[in-house]
């Protein structure tokens, strides 16, 4: 069976390496960690992942509530996950439409990640 391929994009080593590891055990194939959206943006093109982690800020510029919407122009062909500890940041640019989107807050519940990203890949 082919792993479903997902890419972390987290400034926070520690969370990015925990969720790593949690999503390796339970099968997934992790393609990359990025901490900024310009590497984020190389490699979704190179190698499409079915998912996406995005800590809603990030280094550089762009936040990654910027680089979900400049993913979405490219491609809908995928999912994403917002990791954040600023719940308000998604309210001020989803408004109304904040439940189209899943969000988990900072720090991770372990017991939650991987069934809520199994959830969401279905």
């Known amino acids: ?6 890419m ?14 949690m ?10 960690i ?13 190698e499409k992942p079915e998912l996406i982690l995005l800590d809603v ?10 680089l979900y919407f400049e993913l979405k122009e490219r491609s809908e062909n995928f ?11 998604l309210k001020n640019r989803f408004g109304k439409n904040l439940n189209d989107i899943i969000a988990l807050s ?3 519940n372990d017991n939650e990640f991987v069934p809520i990203v199994k959830n969401v890949l279905q």
């Open 1 to 6: 069976m082919k792993k479903q391929k997902i």
């Open 8 to 21: 972390i994009v987290e400034d926070e080593t520690i969370i990015a390496m925990d969720m790593r590891f």
């Open 23 to 32: 999503l390796e055990e339970n099968e997934f194939d992790v393609i990359a």
């Open 34 to 46: 990025v901490d900024n959206a310009e590497s984020a943006i190389d490699i979704f093109l190179e």
């Open 57 to 66: 800020l990030l280094k550089g510029e762009k936040t990654g509530i910027d």
């Open 79 to 89: 999912r994403a996950i917002f990791l954040t500890g600023n719940v308000h940041l």
């Open 106 to 108: 900072k720090p991770i």
